[in-house]
């Protein structure tokens, strides 16, 4: 089982970013799909969550708008595009699948990749 995000930099704000999430070795598209992310000296916290149906997706109040998941079920593909992007966003991201459903939680979500380092310049 492994996860791999790809797609992090540095950007200045307003600009734009978009995460990849690769899967492999599950059957990946069964899963609901995470993504958090850690800044500096700080907890985990959720950005948001796909379902497994690509169709359904939950952000946090703090990038609602901005953010946008999507899946390419074909390539065991998730991505999140950022848009509008705020120095409070560098981070390094994570994504990780929900054991059952889609939740803030991090206890929910049982496997994680290394993460991609975010970084937003003001």
């Known amino acids: 089982v492994q996860l791999v995000e790809s797609g992090g930099g540095l950007v200045q704000a307003g600009g734009s970013l978009k995460l990849s999430c690769r899967g492999s070795?599950?059957?990946?598209?069964?899963?609901?799909l995470g993504w958090f992310r850690q800044a500096p000296g700080k907890e985990r916290e959720a950005v948001g969550c796909?379902?497994?149906?690509?169709?359904?997706?939950y952000y946090a109040t703090n990038v609602k708008d901005r953010f946008t998941m999507s899946r390419n079920t074909g390539e065991n593909m998730v991505y999140l595009q950022m848009d509008n992007l705020k120095p409070e966003d560098t981070g390094v991201y994570y994504c990780?699948?929900?054991?059952?459903?889609?939740?803030?939680?991090?206890?929910?979500?049982?496997?994680w990749g290394p993460g991609t380092q975010v970084t937003v310049s003001s």
């Open positions: 070795g599950f059957n990946f598209n069964a899963y609901s």
């Open positions: 796909i379902r497994s149906n690509g169709r359904t997706s």
């Open positions: 990780a699948t929900a054991v059952l459903r889609c939740s803030e939680r991090l206890g929910e979500y049982d496997y």
